[in-house]
Each structure stands twice: as C-alpha cells, then as structure tokens.
C-alpha cells in the first residue's frame, strides 16, 4: 500500500466529475415487490479528471510525471493519497461523545446531514476534548510531562517564613474536596512556597501554572527561576493577580485563565539559558511577591503543573511523590483516534484538520494523446477511493 500522493499539475481541466457508489441488493418477488440490503454504510468516491494540457520538455515535464507516477501504482496494482482540494479539511468537527468505557473513536468528515470515517489523515490533526471542568483541551499525541510531585500536597513544599498549608480546605475546580488553603501570616517577611525540582542544563522552555482561588490575599503571585550556572535565571519570572480587579501583572507573557467556581489557572514560563542551571523552582506566595512584607493573607490552591512547553499549559497531570508522564492519545493508520483514558460521559470530542482520499486507478490503462510538439493530453483519467 503506497503513500504517494497524486501530482498536483497545471493543466487540470475544469469538468472534474466526482460521484458516490454504493452497493445494494436487490430482490424481486413475483409480485412486483422488492427487498433491498445496503451493503455500505458510506460510499465509494469515484474521481474522473482530465489534463487539457500536460508539456513534455523545455523544462517541463508534467507529462512525464503523471506517466511515471501511473507506472509506479502498476495501473490499478497499487492504491495512493489524492488531495481533494474541494474536500480535504475540516474545522471543530465533532468525532465522538465519550461514555466512560469506550476509549477509541474514529474521525470522521462531513458532507450535508451526513458522516464519513477519514481513514487518511494529512499531516498532524489538532484533537480537543471537551471533559466536564478543564473545558476544551487540546491533546497531545507526544509524551508530555508534570516535572512537580506533590501537583495538590502543598505541605510537601518548602516554606519560607510564616505560613500553613491546610490540605482539603475546600472544593477544588474538579469537585474534590482537595484543594489546599495557602496562608501567609508573617507581616515581616514575604511567605512562599517552593517545589524545586533538577532539569537538565538546555535552552528549553518551562511552563509553570497552578490553579487559585481567592482568600482572603489582596494579591498572590507565581514565580519561576533557574539556578546552578554560571548565568542563571534568577530575577523571578513572576505573573501576579489583584483580586479586587483582577489586574495582571507579569515580566513573562503570563496567562490567567478562568475555569469556573471562582478558580482561575494562573501561568509563567522561563527558558533555560544552557549554562549549567539545573535547579528549577515553581513558587506560589499567596499574599504576593509584589506586595509589602507586612502583607498578610490567604489563597486556596490545587493543580500545580511545571511542564516542557512554549508558553503553553497544558492539560493538567496530576501527580504524587514523583514526576507524572501521559500520552493523551494514539492515532491509528486508519484514523482511530485511541484515548490513553476512556473520556467520562458527556465529554466532546473534536478535532481540526487535513485528509486525504485512498484511492487506486480504475483501469490498467492510460491513454496519452499528443497534439503539439511536447504538448500532451490526456482526456479521461479514472480512479475510485478505496476502504481500510
């Protein structure tokens, strides 16, 4: 089964006949009444293309090409990828609603009020899953990785100067009851928490967010810094939040995002510099790092995240003692889309891209007619799509 893909030439002519075929049985009882079987749930494409023009030398040789690309499938031996321009993409197409135990769906493409499976993928599709409080995330298909343990356990985190983590304080963005009060209670020093994790000296971009709600803080900040080399990141890149007005502040293109019941995901990101700084620090201070040192108070948090991305947090990993790696899902050479968890009931999936038509030739035979000097035709070239 080859995967070339069908040449793109100039002298397509207009008059391209596309038409669906399907299968059906049909039985005749004396009577005059028939019985009818459909043998396909979708149909077969039928393609028939014709070139007005196709030069064969001065440079060119779009005759040569579709002579040589028809040889190489050995006339209708072998199948190969057609790029429909008029059918080829789709936007937010919806591909499945999860049900708590199926795990695979397959893509699928519209036309009108109907569906058809996309078995033929171009390129690298965007998957979006829609699962209850985190909203539409994009899912990945490449390992991604939560480098912080202890994504909820806050008490495991290093403290500096007066505070408490009170674990289970209240009603976390996924209904749990495990979200962690944070509270400074020092009017002397600025209060944080830290989780420092080792890295390796690169140039690679990091990611940390975490999701908080408001206490009783005027102000909480995140901040994330690289330390160990000779040149290290250790100014703070921090995003901060005033809660009264929800005024952001930020030296690291941070993020606030809202998911509901008052919790907003809060991101920084830093790139490493490769000069040997190997210590990466996530930060939360939740009466803020931009406050005054008397500044007092509390925030509630859950779902820390520190990540390997382009500014991008990404879904949420939760983890434990250790760092957590997934894999959101595979995709299959016929356009099963395979989910490492099954989504819960309800959840929406959709997905954005490109595909293309499997097809072979209908025909062992291609007629190339030539009318001018190095100037060919070719007046009927037939295939049909083909079923994986």
Not at 45 to 60: A, H, I, K
Not at 177 to 201: K, Q, R
Not at 317 to 340: E, H, K, M, N
């Amino acid at each position: 089964m080859s995967n070339s893909v069908f040449p793109t030439l100039p002298g397509l002519s207009w008059g391209v006949i596309k038409r669906p075929r399907f299968s059906t049985i049909v039985q005749k009882t004396a009577s005059g009444k028939e019985i009818r079987s459909a043998l396909m749930s979708y149909p077969l494409w039928e393609f028939q293309l014709s070139f007005e023009v196709l030069r064969g030398s001065n440079g060119y040789s779009e005759m040569q090409t579709l002579a040589g690309f028809f040889n190489s499938m050995l006339g209708s031996y072998d199948t190969f990828l057609f790029n429909d321009l008029t059918d080829n993409s789709v936007t937010a197409q919806s591909f499945g609603t999860g049900n708590g135990i199926t795990a695979a769906f397959q893509l699928v493409r519209p036309l009108g009020g109907f569906s058809e499976p996309v078995q033929n993928v171009n390129g690298a599709p965007a998957v979006y899953l829609n699962n209850g409080w985190q909203g539409n995330q994009l899912q990945y298909s490449t390992p991604r990785t939560n480098v912080l343990p202890d994504s909820v356990n806050f008490s495991a985190w290093n403290l500096f100067g007066t505070g408490t983590a009170t674990a289970n304080a209240g009603t976390a963005p996924d209904g749990t009851t495990t979200a962690t009060l944070l509270a400074d209670n020092d009017t002397a020093n600025i209060v944080y928490f830290d989780n420092i994790v080792t890295v390796t000296s690169d140039s690679n971009t990091w990611t940390f967010s975490v999701f908080l709600k408001q206490g009783t803080a005027a102000r909480t900040s995140i901040v994330t810094y690289l330390l160990g080399g000779s040149t290290p990141e250790a100014g703070g890149y921090y995003t901060d939040i005033t809660w009264s007005t929800m005024t952001l502040q930020t030296n690291c293109a941070g993020v606030i995002t809202s998911v509901g019941g008052g919790w907003y995901r809060l991101q920084c990101s830093i790139t490493n510099n490769n000069t040997g700084n190997t210590s990466l620090y996530s930060r939360i201070s939740p009466a803020g790092m931009l406050s005054t040192a008397s500044a007092t108070g509390t925030v509630y948090a859950w779902g820390a995240q520190t990540e390997k991305s382009n500014n991008v947090a990404t879904t949420y990993i939760p983890t434990t003692t250790s760092a957590v790696t997934v894999t959101d899902y595979t995709l299959g050479s016929t356009g099963i889309v395979t989910y490492a968890a099954a989504p819960t009931s309800g959840a929406a999936m959709t997905w954005t891209g490109n595909y293309y038509f499997r097809c072979r030739f209908m025909q062992d035979l291609a007629e190339f007619n030539q009318f001018m000097q190095s100037l060919w035709e070719m007046k009927k070239l037939e295939f049909v799509s083909v079923k994986l």
